[in-house]
């Protein structure tokens, strides 16, 4: 069965650091790019950041971008996201995905995992 | 950067057609999926390349993709179809995945 589970969230003031993690099992990790995605309460998708499948090719959001890192260690099935100079803005349920990504778009994000819940408040 | 256009709320009877449109510039030309999210759950992919289905998903929910706007259409409605759905495309343009705002499915 293919899985995908978050963890690292939690409570970071304004201007701190934290990393999220996902470790995937069913699938071979190192073969797909992988998608980091996050939904502020209430809100809508946004899609974060892509990396592909060595880590040699990453992707950010404009509103991310310089901030957050996303990086992955295939030996250990883990995709991570380092976040720093956190805003109250960056609130939001973060979801790791794979990413089925063809050259041009094709594929989609399947499967998601649980989410995990990142709060940025003094 | 590009946008797409869903509507907040769509609303159908149980046994009707649910159809749930996405606008986009050109949307015909690019590769859009769908996404279906029940509350307090993750994200499940329901069409992906305008209208193919991942194993799992049933024969009921099809999508469709021409010049100006893609839908998703669910025959055959049921009460467990009630969710939040999504449609995404990858723009060249910026290099960024973009989601529409979403849409909330209400089974009457």
């Known amino acids: 069965e293919v899985q995908l589970v978050e963890s690292g969230g939690g409570l970071v003031q304004p201007g701190g650091s934290l990393r999220v993690s996902c470790v995937v099992s069913?699938?071979?990790?190192?073969?797909?790019?992988m998608s980091w995605v996050r939904q502020a309460p209430g809100k809508g998708l946004e899609w974060v950041a892509n990396?592909?499948?060595?880590?040699?090719?990453?992707k950010y959001v404009d509103s991310v971008r310089g901030r957050f890192t996303i990086s992955r260690d295939n030996a250990k099935n883990s995709l991570y996201l380092q976040m720093n100079s956190l805003r109250a803005e960056d609130t939001a349920f973060y979801y790791c995905?794979?990413?089925?990504?063809?050259?041009?778009?094709?594929?989609?994000?399947?499967?998601w995992g649980q989410g995990t819940l990142v709060t940025v408040s003094s | 950067s590009y946008v797409l256009t869903q509507p907040p709320s769509v609303s159908v009877a149980p046994g009707q057609t649910a159809r749930i449109t996405c606008g986009g510039n050109?949307?015909?030309?690019?590769?859009v999926h769908w996404y279906q999210q029940r509350p307090g759950q993750a994200p499940v992919l329901v069409v992906y390349?305008?209208?193919d289905r991942p194993s799992g998903i049933p024969e009921r929910f099809s999508g469709s993709n021409s010049g100006n706007t893609a839908t998703l259409t669910i025959s055959r409605v049921e009460a467990g179809d009630e969710a939040d759905y999504y449609c995404?495309?990858?723009?060249?343009?910026?290099?960024?995945?973009?989601f529409g705002g979403g849409t909330k499915l209400t089974v009457l």
């Open positions: 995905a794979r990413c089925l990504c063809g050259d041009a778009g094709e594929g989609g994000f399947d499967p």
């Open positions: 069913g699938f071979r990790f190192s073969s797909y790019w």
């Open positions: 990396i592909n499948q060595d880590g040699s090719e990453t």
């Open positions: 050109n949307i015909g030309s690019k590769s």
């Open positions: 390349d305008d209208s």
């Open positions: 995404q495309v990858w723009d060249f343009g910026s290099n960024h995945w973009v």
